[in-house]
C-alpha cells in the first residue's frame, strides 16, 4: 500500500510540475536525471495519442467507419498506455523498500513520502511540455468517450431515423432504376424494390412485394386498399436486428403446406403477409412494417402512403413491449 501511495504522488509531483533544487541539500534518494530520449518518446506518444482521440471525434460525425474508429480509439489507448509505462521505468527514480506496517498516523513517515515525492522529479527537464501533452491526451480522450453517447440524444438529429422516403406518389423501382409494373409480380415470387430517387443504403428504402389472392387477405382494420390486386409490399428490413427479408415460404401444395410467409434468414423471424405482416415466429417484436401501394395509369406500382410502423430494428421498443 505504501508503494502505491508513492507512485501516486510521483504522479502528482509531475502534473504539478513542482521542482526543487537540492543540490546542497541531503537527498533521500539518488540523483536521477531522465533520459532526454525517454522525454521525447513519451511527449511524442501523448501528443499522439491526443491526434488519435481527436481523429475518432471527427471521424464520429464525417466518416464513421467501424474499423476506422476502432482503429483511431485503439491506437489512443496503446499510446497512452505506452506513454504512462515510459515515464513510470524511465522518467522517475526506481526505488523498492520493504519496512514493516507501522502506526497508521506518523508524522515522520509522512514527510519523508513528501520528500520523495519532491525529489522524484527533480531529474525530468521537459516537466511542463509532459503536463501539457498528458493534458491534450486526457483531453482528447475524454472527448472521444463522450462524444458517443452524444448520438444516444435528440439533439443530434436521431429524429431523422424515423423517416422514410415513401409518400404517396412515389415509385417503386428495381435495382437498376426502372419502376416495377404490377403485372411484373406473380404470385409465388418475391421482388425486390427501392423508392425512386433515394439512396438505396437508406434504411428505409428497400421493401419486397409479392402478390396473393386478394380473397384470401386478412389484414387490420384500415388496410383494405392497400394490396391493389392482391399486390403487397413491406419493409426489407427486419425489425428485429435489422437483417434483410430475403426468403419467401409460398405453399405449392396448399393442403397440406403451412401458409406464404416472409422469414428473415439470420434468425428466422417470420411474418404472414396475409395478414398485413404480423410476427408468427421468432425473436422479432413487432410485425414487419406494410407499405400501402397504388397502380398508376402506366401500369406501375406507387406508393399510396407511408409504412405502418417505422421501419429498421427495434431494440428499444422490444425491450418496452410495445411498438415504436
Given at each position: 500500500m505504501k508503494a502505491l501511495v508513492r507512485w501516486f504522488g510521483f504522479a502528482v509531483l509531475i502534473l504539478l510540475g513542482r521542482r526543487r533544487a537540492r543540490e546542497d541539500e541531503e537527498?533521500?534518494?539518488?540523483?536521477?536525471?531522465?533520459?532526454?530520449?525517454?522525454?521525447?518518446?513519451?511527449?511524442?506518444?501523448?501528443?499522439?495519442?491526443?491526434?488519435?482521440?481527436?481523429?475518432?471525434?471527427?471521424?464520429?460525425?464525417?466518416?464513421?467507419?467501424?474499423?476506422?474508429?476502432?482503429?483511431?480509439?485503439?491506437?489512443?489507448?496503446?499510446?497512452l498506455a505506452g506513454a504512462a509505462a515510459l515515464a513510470a521505468k524511465r522518467l522517475v527514480p526506481p526505488q523498492e523498500e520493504e519496512e514493516e506496517l507501522g502506526p497508521l498516523v506518523?508524522?515522520?513517515?509522512?514527510?519523508?513520502?513528501?520528500?520523495?515525492?519532491?525529489?522524484?522529479?527533480?531529474g525530468i527537464s521537459r516537466k511542463r511540455l509532459l503536463v501539457l501533452g498528458a493534458g491534450a491526451a486526457g483531453a482528447a480522450l475524454t472527448g472521444a468517450l463522450v462524444v458517443p453517447a452524444a448520438s444516444l440524444g435528440p439533439f443530434l438529429g436521431t429524429d431523422e431515423l424515423r423517416r422514410t422516403p415513401w409518400r404517396r406518389g412515389v415509385r417503386l423501382v428495381d435495382d437498376t432504376g426502372r419502376p416495377v409494373a404490377a403485372d411484373a409480380v406473380v404470385e409465388g415470387m418475391i421482388l425486390s424494390a427501392f423508392a425512386e430517387d433515394a439512396p438505396?443504403?437508406?434504411?428505409?428504402?428497400?421493401?419486397?412485394?409479392?402478390?396473393?389472392?386478394?380473397?384470401?387477405?386478412?389484414?387490420?382494420?384500415?388496410?383494405?386498399?392497400?394490396?391493389?390486386?392482391?399486390?403487397?409490399?413491406?419493409?426489407?428490413?427486419?425489425?428485429?436486428?435489422?437483417?434483410?427479408?430475403?426468403m419467401y415460404r409460398y405453399p405449392i401444395y396448399a393442403p397440406g403446406a403451412p401458409g406464404p410467409a416472409l422469414v428473415c434468414p439470420c434468425h428466422y423471424s417470420t411474418f404472414d403477409p396475409l395478414r398485413g405482416g404480423e410476427l408468427i415466429f421468432g425473436p422479432a417484436g413487432r410485425a414487419l412494417p406494410q407499405l400501402p401501394l397504388d397502380v398508376d395509369d402506366e401500369g406501375n406500382l406507387r406508393a399510396a402512403g407511408d409504412f405502418s410502423e417505422v421501419p429498421g430494428p427495434s431494440w428499444w421498443s422490444v425491450r418496452l413491449g410495445r411498438p415504436l
Open positions: 537527498r533521500l534518494l539518488p540523483r536521477h536525471d531522465a533520459p532526454d530520449r525517454a522525454e521525447r518518446l513519451v511527449l511524442v506518444a501523448l501528443l499522439v495519442a491526443a491526434a488519435a482521440a481527436t481523429a475518432f471525434v471527427v471521424l464520429y460525425f464525417v466518416d464513421p467507419s467501424t474499423q476506422l474508429l476502432g482503429l483511431a480509439l485503439g491506437l489512443a489507448f496503446i499510446l506518523n508524522v515522520a513517515e509522512r514527510d519523508e513520502v513528501a520528500e520523495l515525492f519532491e525529489e522524484a522529479g527533480d438505396k443504403e437508406s434504411l428505409a428504402a428497400p421493401v419486397v412485394v409479392i402478390r396473393l389472392p386478394a380473397g384470401k387477405l386478412a389484414l387490420p382494420p384500415g388496410r383494405s386498399t392497400w394490396a391493389p390486386n392482391g399486390i403487397l409490399a413491406f419493409s426489407k428490413i427486419c425489425p428485429h436486428a435489422g437483417c434483410a427479408i430475403s
